[in-house]
């Protein structure tokens, strides 16, 4: 089988507080994709269990995430939409990059040493090793391209790293075996456009996240209309008007992210917004944000309500999904072991 030239994958954890920025950042970016390319999109609930084991209802969360992404328009009979654990192959392939990764690699990620904080001695081997799961995750159907946020870059550039060494180290027996010069892409990551980093509604300074613990921080994409207004308007800002160029943003974080954030929710540049906002008060840039964030999440909530209210349908989606997913992962996975040289 030769590579493919133009599939896309991504996952979301199912971690809960699904938000604005998973949507911006990711969502929305493997809707756009769909038109152009064989998409396959993924509930990593393998990667949830890394920070917290217990998790407090994975299922629902993991319905949740599959929810979200056909209630924003993923197209799950012409792509794939699956959970990550109903798809063995991942967990074979992240071992084997286990051995193809490096030590110094992995040490470097700035994401393990974010979450597990000071007391890394006590973070779990999964959180340390997530990074080459993820590039598992992505090669298992040699991806092409992954939409991801802009946190996620250095865990591309890993992933790319390990596709070379694999390539590299194994390049006679991929030739022998008739893959040519390469078996593994040395996959793009897609980041780009207005909404690569949503931060806090309380701290311009801090990515919005799942994890934070103040709800007020983030908008969730389950948040009733009124419960969206009242976080916008809450949102810290300092006392100054808005700008009328995107210089005048700088050193005003928060200010900077309401407008970024406006701008992805209307699909236009952030210059365009401060030419239609300079000047005015946040007393007045603020309804106009809560207006149209509203209006644009107000269907996917609806929907993704909807789809919530029955459970057994999503589960079928997400059955039917790892079907198709294993069949391109298990041929993947064969040509992986003849590559390393295992029995069988
Ligand atoms: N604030 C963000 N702005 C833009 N994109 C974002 N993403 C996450 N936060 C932002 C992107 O959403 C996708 C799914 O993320 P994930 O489930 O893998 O979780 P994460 O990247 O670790 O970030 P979260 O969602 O905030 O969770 P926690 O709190 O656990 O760190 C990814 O493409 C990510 O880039």
Not at 71 to 94: C, M, T, W, Y
Not at 99 to 123: H, I, P, Y
Not at 143 to 170: S, Y
Request: with cysteine; net charge negative.
């Amino acid at each position: 089988m030769g590579q493919p030239t133009n599939r896309v994958f991504s996952g979301v954890q199912p971690t809960g507080n699904l938000h604005l920025g998973n949507y911006l950042g990711a969502i929305r970016k493997f809707v756009a994709l769909q038109d152009s390319h064989e998409c396959i999109y993924c509930v990593v609930d393998l990667h949830a269990v890394t920070a917290d084991l217990v998790q407090k209802d994975l299922q629902n969360q993991t319905r949740e995430i599959a929810a979200a992404f056909i209630a924003s328009g993923i197209d799950p009979k012409k792509h794939i939409v699956f959970n990550q654990s109903q798809v063995r192959e991942h967990s074979e392939l992240a071992w084997l990059f286990n051995c193809v990764a490096r030590m110094g690699w992995l040490r470097r990620m700035t994401q393990f040493k974010e979450k597990a904080g000071k007391d890394s001695e006590n973070a779990s081997v999964g959180l340390f090793t997530y990074p080459n799961l993820m590039a598992a995750d992505i090669l298992t159907y040699r991806a092409t391209h992954v939409p991801v946020g802009d946190d996620q870059k250095q865990h591309l550039e890993l992933t790319r790293d390990i596709a070379a060494k694999f390539n590299n180290d194994f390049a006679e027996r991929i030739a022998a075996l008739g893959h040519g010069d390469s078996y593994f892409p040395l996959t793009e990551p897609v980041i780009e456009g207005e909404a690569t980093r949503i931060m806090s509604l309380r701290d311009g300074s801090r990515k919005m996240s799942k994890s934070e613990p103040s709800d007020m921080s983030r908008i969730n994409l389950t948040d009733s209309s009124d419960d969206i207004a009242k976080k916008i308007r809450k949102a810290r800002t300092d006392p100054e008007p808005l700008p009328d160029n995107l210089d005048g943003l700088k050193e005003r974080p928060e200010a900077d992210n309401l407008v970024s954030i406006f701008a992805a929710l209307s699909e236009v540049s952030s210059e365009e917004v401060l030419r239609q906002y300079g000047g005015k008060q946040f007393g007045e840039f603020k309804p106009a944000l809560a207006d149209l964030a509203v209006e644009k999440l107000a269907p996917i909530n609806r929907e993704m309500r909807r789809l919530m209210d029955d459970p057994a349908g999503v589960d079928a989606v997400l059955k039917e999904g790892a079907e198709k997913a294993r069949e391109i992962a298990s041929v993947t996975l064969s040509e992986v072991r003849d590559i390393f040289g295992f029995i069988g």
